[in-house]
């Protein structure tokens, strides 16, 4: 056996969102986390953010995976300001590199091209260390709208992060196409993101007959994830006579506006704000619920989405990342900021009770293909053949650099 194969894989991680902070990104890389600690043959260091102003924090999620939290001193759990991106950029970088100086690491994996991939490539000049990007949401030009001014001063640099890195993934088909329209001759690998389907499932004593149909849209309270649009629509349903209660679960700057919108609409006794549910508690709010809507503007792969198909509810979706994958006969796909076309997709399964049964059953069938073993161990794999195709960084020099800056 050689020596790649008996050694234990050492990952140093970066990622400026872990939770309870950020969205999507963090949730997958402690999933991530989370199984590697169940498989044993891995050590991983995670370079993510603290709130605090001036403290560094610790954690031991198990003995081989360790994080690592640099004050960055977000003032909003939902996202982080650019102030506060570069000013993980800053510690996160000083960190790592002390990290890389004292430590063997055979690759890095960065979560997102920016900021995360721009410290992994300072380490790769420095040290030699190969990394890997996972392109998960708005580090990719043309993600978010609201960054569309930043994503011009950005993308040059953008694409040098991902032209040095060894890897670069993406969590779905179309994520991997946005990138493409950036910089069309990356070779880009697909790693799907996963869902517990032991913990998200149906409830077969359910009764989907009931005449008021009972709407569930699950995510950060944010102008891209489109809201606003899915109210417009309950408005419309309404209008139309049909009887229905839409749950808005989640936090967000947009959520005052979206409650003035409510009330002008006259919708307060339909639309409810259930505010931040522990992960815990979702499966039980899909099971009472009859359709999942995510009237996103874009997604790289919607967590939630796979955890409401995994209950077995039919979707009525926007076609962004992830669609491609994840509907196919058990939803309906409708344009984005149109309420007219979304009110007119709820009606039909609300009419239909069959099929929002038969779209509900497919649902589970096709999230049943996804799951985070699957997807941890396809990270595994492609950490593990980067670090067996680059050399491994001269630890010795490393440590000598080292000592002889603490002396």
């Known amino acids: 056996m050689s020596d790649q194969a008996e050694r234990v894989l050492s990952i140093l991680m970066l990622d400026n969102e872990y939770p309870p902070l950020g969205g999507g990104t963090g949730v997958v890389n402690r999933r991530i986390l989370e199984e590697w600690a169940r498989c044993g043959d891995v050590t991983v260091d995670l370079v993510t953010s603290s709130r605090t102003r001036d403290q560094y924090e610790y954690e031991d999620l198990s003995p081989s995976i360790r994080i690592h939290k640099v004050p960055v001193d977000n003032k909003n759990i939902h996202h982080s300001t650019n102030r506060e991106l570069l000013t993980y950029a800053w510690q996160g970088w000083r960190y790592a590199r002390k990290l890389v100086r004292r430590s063997v690491f055979d690759v890095c994996l960065a979560w997102a091209g920016v900021p995360a991939g721009a410290i992994a490539m300072w380490l790769k000049w420095e040290f030699g260390l190969p990394y890997i990007v996972s392109l998960q949401g708005p580090d990719v030009p043309g993600f978010e709208r609201r960054y569309r001014w930043i994503y011009l001063v950005l993308t040059p640099f953008i694409q040098m992060v991902w032209r040095q890195a060894a890897r670069l993934t993406a969590c779905s088909e179309q994520h991997a196409e946005l990138a493409h329209q950036t910089d069309p001759g990356l070779l880009i690998q697909v790693i799907p993101n996963g869902v517990d389907t032991s913990m998200f499932c149906p409830d077969a004593a359910r009764r989907r007959d009931t005449e008021v149909v009972r709407l569930i849209c699950a995510g950060r309270l944010i ?7 899915l109210i417009h629509a309950v408005a419309e349903l309404k209008r139309r006579g049909r009887a229905s209660e839409l749950l808005i679960v989640g936090t967000g700057d947009n959520e005052p506006t979206l409650r003035r919108q409510v009330k002008e609409l006259g919708l307060e006794d339909v639309v409810h704000f259930a505010g931040f549910i522990d992960w815990e508690n979702m499966p039980q709010l899909y099971q009472t619920s009859d359709i999942f809507v995510l009237p996103s503007f874009n997604e790289g792969m919607s967590i939630a989405l796979l955890e409401a198909m995994a209950a077995g509810l039919p979707v009525v979706v926007t076609d962004t990342g992830g669609t491609q994958e994840l509907v196919n006969g058990n939803g309906l796909v409708i344009p984005w900021a149109e309420p007219a076309a979304l009110a007119d997709a709820l009606v039909r399964l609300a009419e239909c009770i069959d099929l929002r049964q038969s779209m509900g059953a497919m649902s589970r069938e096709i999230a049943c293909r ?3 073993n699957k997807t941890a161990e ?10 067996a195709v680059h050399p491994r960084p001269n630890h010795s020099l490393m440590v000598s650099a080292s000592l002889q800056e603490a002396s």
Do not use: A, H
């Open 370 to 372: 996804f799951n985070w």
């Open 378 to 387: 396809r990270y595994l794999e492609t950490c593990t053949k980067v670090s």
């Open 223 to 229: 102008e891209r994830k489109g809201q606003q649009y």
